[in-house]
């Protein structure tokens, strides 16, 4: 079990840039969730996708944002024209669909904007 | 999905055990409630969960009051690793019966292992 992993680990950009984020679940999870995590919160859903479907998106998730998950597996989170409000802790998740109710993060993609 | 509310922080010795509370007094009947831990710059962590019944693993117990409207997460032992924000959810199953679609976390308690 090799774990959710997510590349890369830290991100420094300019304010204007795009920004891409990768996601690889555990292999034999279907859904994969998105999180947003500002310092002194708790994490906040942003969007989850079953198998590749997106099901759920939060009204968090501007239109510069955009997620995807072609082949069912990994997952792509891109940010266009970041803002310093887009700093944060990027958080990867994914689980079972049946059976078990654990969902599994990563160790999350920090992204500083200046 | 129902509202948590936990203490900002709490203390506990080494050693001794820690009981983190929650409330949850607007949690309906489909609701599960879950506990993640986060240490330091990781990511969440999955502890246990439960529906109505006391539960037990090998990380914690799980005491949910008979109304559901409160509970108590037990760490048996406290070691200086369980130094965390621990997040009380509440929230339903999926549609299909399986795992919930989202977790809406608070702000945690932030529990502080002493030596």
């Not at chain 1, 510069?64 to 266009?80: V, Y």
């Not at chain 1, 990027?90 to 109710?101: E, K, P, Q």
């Not at chain 2, 129902?2 to 050693?15: L, R």
Request: charged residues 20%.
């Amino acid at each position: 079990d090799t774990g959710v992993s997510q590349d890369p680990r830290h991100k420094i950009t300019k304010r204007g840039q795009n920004v891409t984020f990768r996601c690889d679940p555990i292999s034999e999870h279907n859904r994969l969730y998105w999180y947003r995590q500002t310092l002194g919160q708790g994490p906040e859903f942003l969007t989850y996708f079953q198998n590749e479907a997106q099901l759920e998106k939060s009204r968090l998730l501007s239109d510069r944002f955009s997620a995807e998950r072609p082949k069912g597996s990994f997952s792509t989170l891109e940010i266009q024209r970041t803002e310093q409000g887009d700093s944060a802790m990027y958080l990867c998740a994914s689980s079972s669909s049946t059976g078990s109710y654990e969902q599994y993060f990563g160790p999350g993609t920090r992204l500083t904007v200046t | 999905d129902a509202k948590t509310t936990q203490p900002t922080s709490m203390d506990c010795a080494e050693g001794r055990a820690a009981n983190l509370p929650c409330n949850h007094s607007t949690i309906s009947g489909n609701e599960y409630v879950y506990w993640y831990r986060q240490i330091h710059s990781q990511g969440p962590q999955y502890i246990i969960h439960g529906l109505k019944n006391n539960e037990t693993n090998e990380m914690a117990s799980l005491i949910i009051t008979e109304d559901r409207k409160s509970s108590t997460l037990i760490l048996p032992h406290a070691t200086l690793r369980d130094t965390a924000v621990y997040y009380c959810i509440v929230s339903r199953r999926g549609v299909d019966g399986g795992a919930t679609n989202k977790l809406i976390f608070g702000t945690g308690t932030l529990l502080a292992v002493q030596p």
